[in-house]
């Protein structure tokens, strides 16, 4: 952004140009640039602790029970770093699920990038997602945000807007490259990631319910055909 200063008397402007026409212009002084790339490296390693803690908070008493002063002692912050960097818990928890799919598209990215069947490609997606569901503590944290979402109608917009868009924003990045034929169009991405979001949460949730009924080898017949039809729907 530009920002323009205009003089109504044009003789204002050659009065300053000559003024400080001998100036000699300040030489950076090394010790101011590396005083402001320490506190850049503070201030990233504060954001840094304040995610990792927020993740151990969240875990432990739930995303709606969560308090900013739990989530700033855990980091060893206080109250004032806490604000510096974020707005509200919620803010804290988009920024953590921003980072857990840019996670998880560059480790499917690693898996797939040297395989060039489409077949056997979807078939390694497949076998992560199937992981992905029994990190049952993921899985519920994001159950327990979408319903904070639906008792806060006033937010629900905004929130589902954010959320959806992280992820399909950085799923397009990292993937759309090795599957150049599957384009969707942004719509259709939305759909498709609420679409495996049910089944990972969906199972998460009752493998967790009933893990009798609901274990590892039952979902490993299930899990693939339900993919596999939003797949061929891609």
């Known amino acids: 952004m530009y920002i323009c200063l205009r003089y109504s008397d ?52 739930g995303f709606e029970a969560s308090r900013i002063e739990d989530i700033a002692t855990e980091a060893g912050r206080s109250r004032g770093a806490f604000y510096a ?9 988009l920024a953590l699920r921003s980072l857990a799919v840019l996670r998880n598209a560059r480790a499917i ?7 060039h069947d489409d077949a056997a490609r979807y078939t390694a997606i ?27 109608p006033e937010m629900l917009a905004e929130l589902s807007a954010k959320h959806l868009e992280a992820s399909t924003s950085i799923n397009r990045q990292e993937l759309s490259d090795l599957f150049p034929d599957k384009s969707e169009s942004p719509q259709e991405m939305r759909r498709t990631t609420l679409a495996i979001e049910s089944i990972l949460e969906g199972f998460a949730l009752n493998a967790s319910f ?25």
């Open 85 to 93: 960097n974020f707005d509200n818990k919620t803010e804290v928890f």
């Open 10 to 61: 044009g003789f204002k402007n050659m009065a300053r140009r000559s003024k400080n026409h001998d100036r000699v212009a300040p030489v950076p002084d090394p010790a101011n640039e590396t005083t402001s790339s320490r506190q850049s490296l503070k201030s990233e390693r504060t954001r840094a602790d304040l995610l990792h803690a927020a993740e151990v908070i969240f875990a432990r008493d």
């Open 126 to 152: 497949i076998r992560y997602i199937l992981e992905q569901i029994c990190d049952t503590q993921t899985q519920l944290l994001q159950i327990e945000f979408k319903l904070f979402a639906l008792r806060h």
């Open 109 to 115: 990215r690693e898996r797939i990038q040297n395989i």
């Open 210 to 234: 009933s893990p009798r009924d609901m274990a590892p080898k039952h979902l490993e017949k299930l899990v693939p055909d339900l993919l596999a039809r939003i797949f061929d729907h891609c």
